[in-house]
Structures are given as C-alpha cells and as structure tokens.
C-alpha cells in the first residue's frame, strides 16, 4: 500500500486522450464510472487510499459512442445493449428514471423448485446497507413495508392477500448522480477520475493469483497502465463480463464468466377500461411524500410463489397520455430537469403549442396540490408485469468474432429464459383478473398474445435493460464467479461490483440492490485499508 498516482497527474479529473503518461500507479483501480463506483466512493473518499477510477466514457453523452454499445445477439431479442447503457461518466444514471425497490427475503433464499436459485449471503447482509444506499438517491425513509393504502389515504383494496400484495416503489427525485460522483473526485486529493480511459485488458501476474496491471486505450489509440493493488470492475452487467472474457490468462480455471445472464421479461399485457377513471389513478399512478415520487404495484406474494412452485412477478399502471399532447409534453420536461439536464427547445415549443389544452390540467392540478397524487387525463391505463426468470448457463455472454470500432471483440449476447417464466405469467395474469373483478374498479381487457401458446407469450416478452448475473456470486468456483465478499473466485485482489454479481433477480429494479452490495464491499476494503495502514 502507499504506492501514489504519477506525481505529473496534478488534476482529479483529466482526460486521457491528452495525457502522456505511460503508467499511472493507485492503492485502488476501479474501472467503470457509474452508480456502483458512487456508491463505493461513497464510503471510501475519506480513506488515505489513492484511487483512480478509469472511465471509457466521457463527462458528455456522445453520440459516437453508440456504435461501441452495440453486441452481437444470438438468443431472444435484446434492445437494452443499446438503449440501456451509457458509456459516460454517471454510467446509466444519467439517463435511468430512478425507481428503487429493494429485494425481498424470497428473492435470496433457495428455492427448491427454481433451477440455481439461491445466494451465498443472507437478505440481512444486503437489507442492512439499503438505508444508505437510499440516502445517496435521496429517497425519503418511509420502509418499504409500509401499507400503501396508508400512504395514500385511501380505503384497502379487497385483494386475496394469500396470492397477491399491494406495495409501491420509490423514485429518486434527483436520479442523475454524475455531478455527485465528480465532486467527490474534484474536493479529493486522493481520488482521480480519467475519462476516455478503455481498460482493455486485465493483466496476471506471472507468478502469483492475482492482477498486476490492468491495459487502457484512448480511442485514438493510445495505449498506457495503471497498476494497483487491488482492482475493482465496476463497469456494467454485460461489460463486466466482456473484460473478463478479454483476459483469457486470468479466468482459465472459471467455467461460468458470462453464464446465468439474466434480465425481467417485460410485457404490457392489457388495456384497463375504467369505471371511474379518478379512482383507478388515485390508487395506482403516481403520488408524493416530500420530493420522493412512489409508484404503486401489484406483486405475487412469497406464500403465493411457495405454493404454487413460481417466480416472482410484478405489476403496476402506466397511464399513457394521449400522443403529442401537452401532459406528455409536460412529462418531458419534467424528465431533463429531473436528469439535470436542460430540457430541448423541441420540448418547450411543444408545451406551448398545446396551451390549448390547458383546461385539461385542472384536475391534474387539483390532484396533485389537494392530494400529492398524479392524475393524467385523458390517458390509456396500460397493465405492464415484470417478471423473474431461471438462472440457466443456456443464457449468456460470450465474446463475438465481430469488432468494435477499436478491434476489439464486440459481447455477444444469447438471453433466453424458461417455460417456468411463461408458467407464472400466466398464473399471474389469472390472480389479477380475478381479484380485480372484486375491485369494481374497472376492466380488463388483455392483448391477444396473452391468451395464446408459449411461443407466441415468449415473442411479446421484451427485456428491461436490467442486465444482471453474469458474473455471479457464490460459494465455489464450480457455480460462480465471486465469493461472497465479491471477490473474484482464485484472484486475490479482483473484486467486482454490480448487478452483473447477483446470484438470482427476483422482480425488483435492481439498482438500489446494486448499490447496497457495492456500499457492503466498500466496507470490507475499507476495514482491510485501515488494518493495512495501522500495521
């Protein structure tokens, strides 16, 4: 420990297209600038530890760099390669709506009907780093396992409690935490951000189980080191794997780099007709507590999963305004400002050329300033389910024998899922049909597909852009890719962060479970720091 950056890198934030050093030397490497890199620097930025974190992207979304994103897919379709990640600093955060929902008990537990089910830690040691992880997105603290009901100030809804359970996730009010990682770097002596940065290879030692350095190029082509004593990949659910799969010397004993790949198969299923449109919104759109915005859902329960030998699923309503009109015009510029960006004249000029409709915000008004709630008017109510699916090696990433535009190979992506999915849609499906007929509050109308064979369900199922498992956590190198401290199975100093990590995905949005996990190994590294350093 000890070692210090290049006396020449004098700034915290620099760019390594301009930079002319050969190596750069840190305690700690962390590749990859988005919301686990937060989370970590979080907990470590008061150590004496020299970090540097390198960061393919840059401070600004480039456009160029959407041909980097693309992957070779092989398996079920998959539009989050490109749409959901973000090669820049802040990583998918800057663009990523903000919805929290933490895991569940069952989700971690082994479940003897579930092929790979089951983690190496308990839910205890996740849940107990959530608090934190809900600071940093600024949520307000109200536990999750608050009735909703209570929340909303409305009487209970009859459902069959047995089978399914009304709950709500949280949205972060400021979910673009890009300027909240860079001023950690930018007030810190011993934290060096370098953008452009693409770490290209991780590099064995030649006589010990471990990394000695890791390989960064420019897109120029420029090429330098950066050696550390420990190293943590923190670059994104397919990323993570695909710098694994580059350096084939490091994981020669490793069978499962890329196995398990997982996502949520996402459907909108049907079309709610309402019988009183202000009720049906008052207890399933949005609503407020301080700045945090909450989302009501629909959730098989554990007992249900249990009994009837099924995943996990989730549903909630969107209401969809009507197209080009000025509540989604409204809505757009509520986005930018919430993603701290300002938003295009494109979307000011829509606002203005639909004040025709103002008349129609009255109750949205009323709604929102006598109630906290959101109500959208004129809208379709949408039923949308999310769904949990088998960890199975038949999905995974691998590396593609195509290019990126720097030679290097492109992921090649073979997501797939089994019928086991398909089973609890439909079982899904037939406890919301059924408990909403006692709820007076409407009718459902499916799409077509849902009542149709297996193939046709499985060709409507879209991802979530939730890539997760690729990199798994677990007990042996037989089954895994890291121990239970997120450490990379036979290399002693190589430790990986994010959802890439998960052992299983139950039905929860998976970044407030990304960011508990990376808050957790922060601590772990932190107590080894200050255990080295008092030696």
């Known amino acids: ?87 820049s600093v802040g990583g998918t955060s800057v663009t990523w709506g903000g919805q929290s929902l933490p895991y569940t008990p069952i989700d971690v537990e082994n479940k003897k009907w579930v092929k790979n089910s089951g983690w190496p830690i308990s839910y205890e040691e996740i849940s107990r780093y959530y608090p934190d992880a809900e600071r940093l997105l600024n949520l307000d603290e109200v536990p999750y396992d608050v009735e909703l009901h ?20 949280k949205w972060s009010p400021r979910p673009n935490l890009k300027n909240d990682l860079t001023g950690i770097c930018a007030h810190s002596e011993q934290i060096t951000l370098m953008q452009n940065a693409y770490c290209i ?95 009501p859902r629909i959730s098989m329960t554990s007992q249900y999963q249990q009994q009837e030998k099924l995943l996990a699923a989730t549903a909630f309503v969107q209401f969809i305004p009507p197209p080009g009109g000025l509540f989604e015009a409204l809505k757009g510029i509520y986005r930018s400002f919430a993603r701290m960006k300002m938003p295009a004249k494109k979307e000011f000029y829509n606002v203005f050329k639909n004040l025709i409709e103002i008349n129609t915000l009255a109750k949205t008004a009323s709604s929102y300033l006598v109630h906290r709630r959101i109500y959208t008017p004129r809208s379709t109510a949408r039923l949308t ?47 919301i049909e059924s408990n909403f007929r006692k709820l007076k509050l409407g009718e459902i109308k499916w799409d077509a597909w849902i009542k149709k064979s297996d193939d046709e369900i499985r060709n409507n199922l879209i991802d979530a852009y939730h890539h997760m498992s690729s990199t798994r956590m677990s007990h042996t190198i037989e089954s895994g890719v890291v121990d239970t401290n997120c450490k990379m199975h036979g290399v002693d100093n190589l430790y990986i962060a994010g959802s890439s990590v998960f052992s299983t995905t139950g039905h929860s949005n998976p970044t407030l479970t990304i960011m508990a996990l990376a808050i957790r190994l922060a601590h772990y590294l932190k107590s080894d720091l200050i255990t080295v350093h008092d030696e």
């Not at 970090?51 to 092989?74: A, L, P, Y």
């Open 1 to 87: 420990m000890g070692r210090s950056i290049s006396s020449t890198c004098t700034q915290m934030i620099i760019d390594f297209e301009e930079s002319k050093l050969d190596l750069y030397l840190a305690d700690i490497c962390i590749i990859g600038a988005g919301i686990a890199t937060y989370s970590i620097l979080s907990v470590l930025k008061d150590t004496p530890a020299r970090i540097i974190i390198v960061e393919r992207g840059s401070m600004n979304t480039d456009i160029e760099k959407e041909q980097f994103k693309t992957c070779e897919i092989t398996g079920h379709p998959f539009a989050g390669h490109v749409a959901g990640r973000e090669f």
């Open 201 to 295: 290879q991780l590099i064995k030692h030649e006589n010990h189980d471990k990394i000695n350095e890791i390989e960064i190029q420019s897109k120029g082509g420029q090429r330098s080191r950066v050696k550390a004593d420990k190293f943590i990949l923190s670059a994104g659910g397919i990323e993570n794997a695909r710098i694994l799969l580059m350096s084939a010397p490091l994981i020669r004993h490793h069978t499962f780099v890329g196995k398990m790949f997982q996502d949520h198969p996402t459907a909108q299923v049907a079309t709610i007709e309402a019988t009183n449109d202000k009720k049906l919104q008052a207890y399933f759109n949005y609503f407020f507590k301080g700045e945090t915005r909450f989302l």
């Open 150 to 169: 209570k929340l909303q100030r409305l009487p209970k809804l009859d459902l069959d409690e047995s089978a399914l359970q009304c709950h709500f996730s």
């Open 385 to 431: 389910i999310m769904l949990e699916q088998e960890p199975i090696t038949e999905s995974y990433i691998a590396l593609s024998e195509k290019p990126d535009p720097m030679g290097l190979p492109i992921a090649q992506i073979h997501w797939t899922f089994t019928s086991l999915t398909i089973e609890t849609l439909r079982r899904f499906c037939a406890e």
